[in-house]
């Protein structure tokens, strides 16, 4: 017997051996995964001869097209070379290292802007838990509604909607959109002048993108929202954290040398996670800041639908004759996050060119769901709905507040919660804000530290409490927890 004969008997019984017809995987499959791992792990090496296919077939039992399409998927591969009139051989492969062999990883080394991107990340919470910020009341959300809506706008989508779009957004959604912010916010702006985003965290994105260079100054509420810091440490930013004070930013605050701003960042209608809302007469005094330094102001319009006990303030937007407020809102807050939906509505200067660019950076597109939210708004399901969280959301604060009553009854300071989905919890020092965080986290309960929401040193201890997105019970069982550690801890920090 020659040796090939003697490598085509092994070849082949230990190919026997490997296929078994209970697998999953087809006979064709296991034909190419088993010859495969041999010449990666070196069983078969550089000029080995294979079986001819005919005897393979013969004495496996299988079809010769089986073997032919396993061996021309390793062919096509690389790893084997057919020689005319001799058959197949195993292609010359540089040699594999073992793992002891290979040289240690490269070590990770994030830049500057890295390190301080991934810091903010501490805001986040890796899952649902009582006291999480910025969650709606998925559990109320009209989810049958929604999802009726949604198959019929799948259904009867357009065939223009598969393809690519450079409109800002479905014109339709725009259009809603257009007049609910004129009669809810007081947005003075026509459909043309709004862009749909993937959220408003791509909206930030545009803007930085569009608008600044890197290295330009920004003026960041302080403490702030951690999105908005993470986009403009992402774009090469240089924000210069100006204090808020009872009325919100307070320009007169921002440090002497600090360059003039390119853009503006607040959230006046609820500053996040203060609370306060800026009154009209700061307003117009931060439009003339603005307008004398030459600034774009963001307005950041988060969660002005839930306000409780106060009459809405007009948007900054329609306060503006300058036309230098860019508004931003989103979906997330008012129906869902996983809805990925957001919106800027712009000066009419800037609305063409950010169309343009949007459409070449991100894409725009899903408009079937567009169409459907577009839907949602004109019947007034939406208004409806944001009338119903309203309601569920005061109730749902009251039982915080109740829970939380002992604690405030011994000094726990808490925001005056006249809007939005979250309570502020003011602490006298880093010591009690550190030991409650490490507590809740061991009761599995979620509590933000305030003072991650601050950039400079200049940070205060406290807790952003979220109450939106737990029920009444939950609430009240984490808040009897919390106000109990309060109490435990009170005494010893």
Same mark, same amino acid.
């Given at each position: 017997?020659?040796?090939?004969?003697?490598?085509?008997?092994?070849?082949?019984?230990?190919?026997?051996?490997?296929?078994?017809?209970?697998?999953?995987?087809?006979?064709?499959?296991?034909?190419?995964?088993?010859?495969?791992?041999?010449?990666?792990?070196?069983?078969?090496?550089?000029? #080995?001869?294979?079986?001819?296919?005919?005897?393979?077939?013969?004495?496996?039992?299988?079809?010769?097209?089986?073997?032919?399409?396993?061996?021309?998927?390793?062919?096509?591969?690389?790893?084997?070379?057919?020689?005319?009139?001799?058959?197949?051989?195993?292609? #010359?492969?540089?040699?594999?290292?073992?793992?002891?062999?290979?040289?240690?990883?490269?070590?990770?080394?994030?830049?500057?802007?890295?390190?301080?991107?991934?810091?903010?990340?501490?805001?986040?919470?890796?899952?649902?838990?009582? &006291?999480?910020?910025?969650?709606?009341?998925?559990?109320? &959300?009209?989810?049958?509604?929604?999802?009726?809506?949604?198959?019929?706008?799948?259904?009867?989508?357009?065939?223009?909607?598969?393809?690519?779009?450079?409109?800002?957004?479905?014109?339709?959604?725009?259009?809603?959109?257009?007049?609910?912010?004129?009669?809810?916010?007081?947005?003075?702006?026509?459909?043309?002048?709004?862009?749909?985003?993937?959220?408003?965290?791509?909206?930030?994105?545009?803007?930085?993108?569009?608008?600044?260079?890197?290295?330009?100054?920004?003026?960041?509420?302080?403490?702030?929202?951690?999105?908005?810091?993470?986009? &403009?440490?992402?774009?090469?930013?240089?924000?210069?954290?100006?204090?808020?004070?009872?009325?919100?930013?307070?320009?007169?605050?921002?440090?002497?040398?600090?360059?003039?701003?390119?853009?503006?960042?607040?959230?006046?209608?609820?500053?996040?996670?203060?609370?306060?809302?800026?009154?009209?007469?700061?307003?117009?005094?931060?439009?003339?800041?603005?307008?004398?330094?030459?600034?774009?102001?963001?307005?950041?319009?988060?969660?002005?639908?839930?306000?409780?006990?106060?009459?809405?303030?007009?948007?900054?937007?329609?306060?503006?004759?300058?036309?230098?407020?860019?508004?931003?809102?989103? &979906?997330?807050?008012?129906?869902?996050?996983?809805?990925?939906?957001?919106?800027?509505?712009?000066? #009419?200067?800037?609305?063409?060119?950010?169309?343009?660019?949007?459409?070449?950076?991100?894409?725009?597109?899903?408009?079937?769901?567009?169409?459907?939210?577009?839907?949602?708004?004109?019947?007034?399901?939406?208004?409806?709905?944001?009338?119903?969280?309203?309601?569920?959301?005061?109730?749902?604060?009251?039982?915080?507040?109740?829970?939380?009553?002992?604690?405030?009854?011994?000094?726990?300071?808490?925001?005056?919660?006249?809007?939005?989905?979250?309570?502020?919890?003011?602490?006298?020092?880093?010591?009690?804000?550190?030991?409650?965080?490490?507590?809740?986290?061991?009761?599995?309960?979620?509590?933000?530290?305030?003072?991650?929401?601050?950039?400079?040193?200049?940070?205060?201890?406290?807790?952003?409490?979220?109450?939106?997105?737990?029920?009444?019970?939950?609430?009240?069982?984490?808040?009897?927890?919390?106000?109990?550690?309060?109490?435990?801890?009170?005494?010893?920090?």
């Amino acid at each position: 017997m020659n040796l090939r004969d003697a490598a085509s008997d092994w070849i082949t019984e230990a190919l026997a051996l490997r296929l078994a017809e209970h697998e999953s995987a087809t006979l064709v499959q296991q034909l190419y995964r088993s010859l495969k791992e041999w010449i990666q792990h070196g069983e078969l090496t550089a000029g #080995d001869a294979l079986p001819s296919s005919r005897y393979l077939a013969r004495a496996l039992g299988v079809s010769r097209n089986t073997v032919l399409a396993a061996m021309d998927r390793l062919l096509a591969e690389g790893l084997l070379i057919s020689r005319q009139g001799a058959g197949l051989y195993v292609a #010359d492969l540089p040699s594999l290292l073992t793992k002891a062999e290979l040289p240690p990883p490269l070590p990770v080394r994030y830049s500057t802007r890295g390190n301080k991107l991934l810091a903010l990340g501490g805001t986040l919470s890796p899952r649902h838990r009582a &006291f999480v910020p910025g969650v709606p009341a998925l559990d109320l &959300f009209p989810r049958e509604q929604w999802q009726r809506l949604l198959r019929r706008h799948y259904y009867h989508a357009q065939i223009a909607w598969m393809d690519y779009q450079t409109n800002g957004g479905l014109p339709e959604l725009k259009a809603a959109l257009c007049d609910y912010l004129r009669l809810s916010r007081a947005v003075r702006c026509q459909p043309g002048q709004i862009v749909i985003t993937q959220g408003a965290q791509q909206a930030f994105e545009l803007i930085t993108q569009l608008l600044t260079d890197h290295g330009d100054s920004v003026w960041m509420e302080e403490p702030g929202y951690g999105g908005a810091q993470a986009c &403009f440490l992402a774009s090469g930013l240089t924000i210069t954290p100006v204090p808020v004070d009872q009325e919100g930013l307070n320009p007169s605050l921002a440090p002497a040398s600090a360059p003039a701003p390119r853009l503006i960042y607040v959230t006046p209608s609820h500053q996040y996670p203060s609370g306060v809302t800026m009154p009209v007469p700061r307003r117009l005094a931060l439009l003339e800041h603005a307008s004398r330094t030459g600034s774009w102001v963001i307005e950041d319009d988060y969660d002005s639908e839930f306000r409780y006990d106060t009459p809405p303030t007009p948007s900054l937007q329609g306060l503006s004759e300058q036309a230098s407020v860019i508004y931003v809102g989103t &979906f997330s807050k008012v129906l869902y996050p996983g809805l990925r939906l957001g919106y800027l509505v712009l000066p #009419d200067t800037l609305a063409k060119d950010f169309r343009r660019a949007h459409a070449r950076l991100h894409r725009e597109g899903n408009y079937p769901v567009q169409s459907a939210l577009a839907e949602f708004i004109a019947n007034g399901h939406f208004t409806r709905h944001i009338a119903r969280m309203r309601s569920a959301y005061r109730q749902r604060q009251a039982c915080l507040r109740t829970a939380l009553a002992p604690a405030v009854a011994k000094g726990l300071e808490l925001s005056d919660g006249h809007a939005g989905m979250h309570l502020l919890a003011r602490l006298d020092t880093r010591a009690q804000e550190d030991l409650l965080v490490e507590r809740a986290d061991k009761a599995d309960i979620t509590l933000s530290p305030l003072s991650r929401y601050y950039l400079s040193a200049n940070e205060h201890p406290g807790l952003v409490l979220g109450y939106a997105g737990s029920t009444e019970g939950e609430l009240m069982k984490a808040g009897k927890w919390l106000s109990d550690a309060y109490l435990a801890i009170k005494d010893d920090t």
